[in-house]
């Protein structure tokens, strides 16, 4: 069954440190989310993809969050510095481009972040 | 600004009983209702959705209602077991132009099922 890949599963970092996530959606879904999830709330959107292109991103702390998805396949999303309060599940989810009624997203296991 | 919102953090429910989990949400322009299952440690896991259109949807243990005019979902597991402990999130989504795929999630219920 396909999946959505994500790398690393667990990640410890120092605050200021940089740290890097990356996704490999399901192949033939040109649509690829970041979302992040505090424990205790729900998943939040940080950026949408269509294939290359960024469709939103207006929740992502620009200052130290970056994501790229240079060829419209895998993707990373980076932060530099971290900081305490980033300290989260990172999880990357894909759909068809257009998904129809259920509107459905196939989320990987996630990556989990601990910032000491 | 919560659009989704879960107002029971958690809920046990006896095996074999029924499991009603809720949703609210604020605004009227969503077009689709979804519910996520989770694990530890996994990321969500699609279980099932509603179009606006309709009032009830159902698929095998799991019927999910609708009430567009109280803007309230409901999830109802008969009868519950226990795999089914997890957190359920309740996601909307709106319909129409292509973008609007994105799902805003509800903050979660943690279902305990109790042998």
């Known amino acids: 069954e396909a999946e959505v890949a994500q790398s690393p599963r667990y990640k410890i970092t120092e605050k200021s440190q940089a740290v890097a996530f990356w996704c490999d959606p399901i192949?033939?879904?040109?649509?690829l989310y970041w979302y992040r999830q505090i424990l205790g709330q729900g998943p939040e959107l940080l950026v949408q993809f269509q294939d290359e292109s960024v469709v939103d991103d207006s929740q992502l702390p620009k200052d130290r969050f970056s994501a790229e998805r240079l060829k419209g396949v895998d993707s990373t999303l980076k932060i530099q510095p971290a900081e305490l309060g980033d300290s989260a599940m990172y999880l990357c989810?894909?759909?068809?481009?257009?998904?129809?009624?259920?509107?459905?997203?196939?989320f990987g296991e996630g990556s989990r972040l601990t910032v000491l | 600004d919560q659009q989704v919102k879960q107002n029971s953090p958690s809920l046990s429910v006896q095996e074999g009983r029924i499991s009603i989990l809720n949703c609210d949400y604020t605004?009227?322009?969503?077009?689709?209702f979804l519910w996520y299952k989770k694990y530890p440690a996994e990321g969500p896991t699609f279980l099932i959705s509603?179009?606006?259109?309709?009032d009830k949807n159902e698929d095998g243990r799991f019927t999910v209602f609708l009430n567009k005019s109280a803007k309230h979902l409901s999830l109802h597991i008969v009868p519950s077991q226990p795999g089914d402990s997890a957190v359920y999130f309740c996601a909307a989504q709106f319909g129409g132009n292509f973008g609007n795929e994105k799902l805003t999630f509800g903050t979660g219920t943690r279902l305990t099922i109790i042998p």
């Open positions: 509603i179009s606006s259109i309709k």
């Open positions: 989810a894909s759909s068809l481009v257009w998904t129809g009624p259920t509107g459905e997203l196939f």
């Open positions: 605004n009227s322009m969503f077009d689709y």
């Open positions: 192949s033939g879904h040109a649509t």
